[in-house]
C-alpha cells in the first residue's frame, strides 16, 4: 500500500520529536510520498526549533536529516490536477491552504482512489478530511 506523508508526519524524521521511533519505523517499510511544499513546511519547523535555542549541531542534523530524506522521497509537484483537488477539497472540508494542497496531492498520488493509499499526519482536522476522503489513515 501507498503511504502519503503530510509535513507533520514527516518533521519527526527530521526533529526528535516523542513519534520519532513510530514513524521512522514507518518510514523503514514503506516509500514516503508527499507534497512538493512538505521540503519548505519541515524546514519551517526546523527554524522554529532554532527559533527556540535548540543547539546548533542539533539544527544542523535535521537539515542533514531532511536533504538526505527528501533524496529518496516520492514527490507530488504543482500542477493542474493538484490546484483542482486542492480547490475541491477546501470547498468541502474545513482546512488551510497548506493542508488542502496536502489532501489533493494524496488524491493526485492514489489516482483518486484514495482507498488505495494510507495518509500519515499529525494534524486532527487534516485526518478527519482524509478519513471523509476514503483514506486509510494512521499508522
Same mark, same amino acid.
Not at 468541502?92 to 482507498?115: E, I, K, N, Y
Given at each position: 500500500?501507498?503511504?502519503?506523508?503530510?509535513?507533520? %508526519?514527516?518533521?519527526?524524521?527530521?526533529?526528535?520529536e516523542t513519534t520519532t521511533t513510530m514513524?521512522?519505523?514507518?518510514? +523503514?517499510?514503506?516509500?514516503?510520498?508527499?507534497?512538493?511544499?512538505?521540503?519548505?513546511?519541515?524546514?519551517?519547523?526546523?527554524?522554529?526549533?532554532?527559533?527556540?535555542?535548540?543547539?546548533?549541531? +542539533?539544527? %544542523?542534523?535535521?537539515?542533514?536529516?531532511?536533504?538526505?530524506?527528501? +533524496?529518496?522521497?516520492?514527490?507530488?509537484?504543482?500542477? +493542474?490536477?493538484?490546484?483542482?483537488?486542492?480547490?475541491?477539497?477546501?470547498?468541502?472540508?474545513?482546512?488551510?491552504?497548506?493542508?488542502?494542497?496536502?489532501?489533493?496531492?494524496?488524491?493526485? %498520488?492514489?489516482?483518486?482512489?484514495?482507498?488505495?493509499?494510507?495518509?500519515?499526519?499529525?494534524?486532527?482536522?487534516?485526518?478527519?478530511?482524509?478519513?471523509?476522503?476514503?483514506?486509510?489513515v494512521g499508522l
Open positions: 500500500m501507498v503511504t502519503y506523508w503530510d509535513a507533520s %508526519a514527516l518533521v519527526p524524521l527530521v526533529v526528535n514513524y521512522t519505523g514507518v518510514a +523503514e517499510q514503506t516509500q514516503i510520498v508527499t507534497w512538493w511544499g512538505s521540503y519548505l513546511e519541515c524546514t519551517s519547523a526546523i527554524v522554529r526549533i532554532a527559533r527556540r535555542g535548540s543547539p546548533p549541531l +542539533e539544527v %544542523a542534523e535535521s537539515y542533514r536529516m531532511l536533504e538526505q530524506l527528501s +533524496e529518496g522521497w516520492r514527490e507530488i509537484g504543482p500542477s +493542474e490536477r493538484l490546484r483542482r483537488a486542492a480547490a475541491r477539497v477546501l470547498k468541502t472540508h474545513t482546512l488551510r491552504t497548506s493542508d488542502a494542497l496536502q489532501l489533493g496531492a494524496a488524491l493526485v %498520488a492514489s489516482a483518486f482512489a484514495p482507498d488505495t493509499v494510507r495518509f500519515l499526519a499529525e494534524d486532527k482536522r487534516l485526518l478527519e478530511a482524509a478519513e471523509r476522503e476514503g483514506f486509510v
